[in-house]
């Protein structure tokens, strides 16, 4: 019996001598912390900086948004209706072809422009609350959570 007791308190100061690795454990939380992150960061709705007049000459900003858990988006070109699959990492940032988009013409926007801009993303950034896109070095794109001013409406 006493050759029990010993053996079990040995082992209970092994346990008790053995580290514990806490990097293990931060590793394995660090992706869930991140996708949380991610998620909450990109999830809802996003309306363009407008730049020029042009981005919203046909009288509606620019908006996205995103719903990160399904990879889904939703928007607004300025012009038409917007929806597609998008994929991201904790830098990258992609969005899938075809985008499905309604069908309506507005006269002095070029929406072949931003859709051509928009698709090019290859990255994002957070800066001063602002979803800033990227392809490669070059800022595409610069987006915020409620529009600043009244869009530019081109009359003719």
């Known amino acids: ?56 000459a046909a009288g509606e900003f620019p908006s996205i948004r995103f719903n990160a858990k399904k990879g889904h988006f939703t928007g607004h070109t300025g012009c038409n209706t917007m929806e597609g699959e998008f994929a991201y990492t904790d830098s990258t940032l992609q969005f899938g072809e075809p985008l499905r988009l309604s069908k309506k013409v507005c006269t002095g926007y070029n929406e072949a422009a931003f859709l051509r801009n928009f698709l090019r993303t290859n990255r994002y950034s957070f800066r001063d609350s602002m979803l800033i896109f990227w392809f490669d070095q070059t800022e595409l794109m610069r987006w915020t959570r409620k529009p600043e001013r009244t869009p530019v409406i081109k009359r003719a």
């Open 1 to 56: 019996m006493r050759t029990i007791l010993i053996g079990v308190w040995l082992m209970i100061l092994l346990i008790a001598a053995t580290p514990r690795n806490s990097e293990n454990i931060r590793s394995a939380i660090a992706p869930i912390e991140k996708e949380a992150v991610a998620d909450t960061i990109f999830s809802g709705e996003w309306f363009l900086l407008p730049v020029l007049p042009s981005d919203t």
